[in-house]
């Protein structure tokens, strides 16, 4: 994550355009939020190569099919990429599904990890000489979902989870050698410490913090009311049980996710502020942080799970009269590229930058930040590496502080508990495998 996958893949497709002549189509799906930033890099780095950026509503999308797809005299196709989205390519599956492609790249492709998914059954059915899926973070909670991509690049190969699990899920006991090897012709991986030497550290601090004494009544007022179904166990309906998590989670964000103030409460700005910040033990602490660190100059990013807590921690900002930005699923398009470029200009005012954890978490870059701080843990933990990847990356000059706040006594400390379960597969699959040097070439790999 932040060690330049874009880049590396453009190259490659710059190498096959002059090296071999290959001229596409090549097709690239990316996240929105990663969509210009891959148009600027392609533009800096093969700038020769005609990409067309397929998006809009489906006017737009015609006026691109009409106007910037073929030559009417040859049938020749204008265009050597097409770069487009995820959602778009669902909503044109027939008509990209059509066409021959020469290459199809994947970015943040963990969300091929589900083999039974829409997108996953789209993509793979699309007609392609050669695939590559670029992703930080390959596994993510089970040895099935990386299995899934494997299937995706070579269905050949990998044709069954039964057999691939009954070969390698016992890797325990063989310390998944046998699953190492035959990975390495298939995963080219490089680590912070090999691409960048001078990269600074990363410092993770957990700061625990006892609830509010209205969250205590909350939280325990949500355990009284739901103890029926909560003392059924594993018996009990799993999306109940979900919902009541997610109960006790906004409980343990701050008390206004469960019962917001009225309007009229407060006499005043200082009042609503300290009512605010007491409703929240996370926000307390956050408080006293964020003061020592605007005086220390340093640089915030916020992360959190919930658009509802985004926009408490706003109005926090603006009552602190702290300048901040902020990114999440609702903003698209040029609004989100002012809001990065903002933050990101050289001698910016801003101080924080709220982003939620899956629409900020992927392919930005905010190495003008130097801390971070995770609001509330996800129950999957690389979408939170993810999020701390958007300022420990190629660029950063300081040392990035990492601040994870988690309430006592709560879910989130399962939550943490949990994580640490799946990082221990992700560290014992990819994390110890050696890579050092190698690349797919020198491993020997077949197209797919």
């Not at 497709?13 to 799906?29: A, I, K, S």
């Not at 067309?52 to 050597?80: A, C």
């Not at 690389?382 to 000059?397: E, F, P, T, Y």
Request: hydrophobic share 40%; aromatic share 10%.
């Amino acid at each position: 994550m932040g060690l330049g996958k874009t880049i590396q893949t453009i190259s490659f497709l710059n190498y096959l355009f002059h090296e071999h002549q290959l001229y596409g189509p090549f097709l690239l799906v990316v996240p929105l939020s990663t969509l210009t930033s891959w148009q600027r890099e392609i533009q800096t780095w093969a700038p020769q190569m005609n990409a067309v950026v397929y998006l809009g509503d489906i006017t737009s999308r015609n006026m691109i099919r009409t106007h910037e797809w073929m030559h009417p005299q040859t049938k020749r196709l204008k265009f050597n990429i097409l770069l487009t989205t995820y959602e778009i390519l669902l909503k044109d599956k027939s008509f990209l599904g059509g066409l021959n492609w020469v290459f199809i790249g994947v970015d943040e492709a963990h969300r091929l990890k589900n083999d039974d998914s829409l997108l996953y059954k789209t993509l793979i059915d699309f007609k392609s000489n050669h695939r590559l899926l670029i992703t930080g973070t390959p596994l993510q909670n089970s040895l099935k979902e990386l299995w899934s991509l494997l299937h995706f690049i070579m269905p050949e190969k990998f044709s069954s989870w039964e057999d691939f699990e009954e070969e390698h899920g016992k890797g325990r006991e063989f310390g998944y050698a046998s699953l190492h090897k035959e990975l390495e012709p298939f995963l080219l991986r490089r680590v912070k410490k090999d691409v960048e030497k001078s990269l600074p550290a990363k410092v993770e601090q957990i700061l625990r913090m006892e609830m509010s004494a209205l969250q205590k009544q909350y939280y325990k007022w949500i355990l009284t009311r739901n103890y029926k179904a909560l003392s059924k166990g594993s018996k009990g309906s799993t999306s109940g049980f979900l919902n009541i998590m997610m109960e006790l989670k906004k409980c343990c964000n701050h008390c206004y996710l469960i019962k917001p103030p009225d309007d009229n409460e407060f006499y005043n700005k200082q009042e609503a502020l300290q009512h605010l910040i007491r409703s929240s033990g996370k926000l307390i602490l956050l408080d006293k942080l964020l003061i020592r660190l605007r005086e220390r100059g340093n640089r915030v990013l916020i992360f959190s799970q919930m658009v509802r807590m985004l926009d408490i921690l706003a109005e926090y900002l603006k009552y602190r009269q702290f300048p901040f930005q902020r990114l999440d699923g609702s903003i698209k398009g040029e609004l989100r590229k002012q809001a990065l470029d903002h933050f990101n200009a050289e001698g910016s005012e801003d101080f924080c930058f709220l982003l939620s954890t899956r629409a900020g978490g992927l392919g930005i870059n905010l190495a003008s930040a130097d801390t971070v701080v995770i609001f509330d843990s996800d129950w999957n933990p690389q979408n939170d590496l993810q999020a701390q990847a958007r300022a420990h990356r190629i660029g950063q000059k300081k040392q990035v502080n990492i601040y994870r706040l988690v309430t006592k006594a709560s879910v989130e400390e399962d939550i943490l508990e949990r994580a640490k379960k799946k990082m221990v597969l992700d560290h014992l699959v990819i994390q110890r495998m050696d890579t050092t040097g190698k690349t797919v070439l020198h491993t020997g790999s077949t197209p797919s």
